[in-house]
């Protein structure tokens, strides 16, 4: 049976690596839920491919429709998960990897357990070995001014909070041992 995959954790923890490496294993059969949006995409970005870029007066007609499996704000545009969008990539067979942030993966989650649709779901969240080596990947990016390190350190740390909420805890010491693992999960089904 094809699968819903959440993969979540705190930012530096390294899922970006690793969903891009899920994605070039074809035995994986993996595709992405491409997410609603009413933010207004940006130059390098394609509409059906990154999101589905709309208004706010249809996005909100479509919550009135029950059309998303969760939704959220962030800084002032809204974003979503379109059941449709899910249920057509499921339906071809493929398993099914939601981008969202925690918030939204804790929706989902606890939706799916309501509707007694679990065994559909397969929850990851990723653990950095501890805080000072998450504070030392973020270092190493070197992208980050002194503030914005902080703030990431302080939301990881409450994002850490809600891992309980996921079936499986990786921890991401060695990437490549994490991938396998995740990769086996995903196998297994
Ligand atoms: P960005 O505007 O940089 O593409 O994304 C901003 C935030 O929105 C990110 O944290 C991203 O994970 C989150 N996001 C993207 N799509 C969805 C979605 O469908 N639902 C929710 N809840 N968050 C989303």
Redesign the pocket.
Known sequence: MSKIILIIGPSGVGKGTIEKELFKDENLNLSFSI???T?KKRDNEIDGVHYYFTDKKHFFDLIDQNAFL???N?FD?W???LVSEVENKLNQNKNVLI???T??AVNIINRLKKENKEDKLISIFIVPPSLEELERRIRERNSDSEEQISKRLARAKVELEYKLYFKHIIKNDNINIAINEIKRLIEKG
Do not use: A, D, F, I
């Open positions: 997410s609603m949006t933010r969760e939704y959220s962030h545009n974003y979503g998960t981008e969202v942030e918030n939204g």
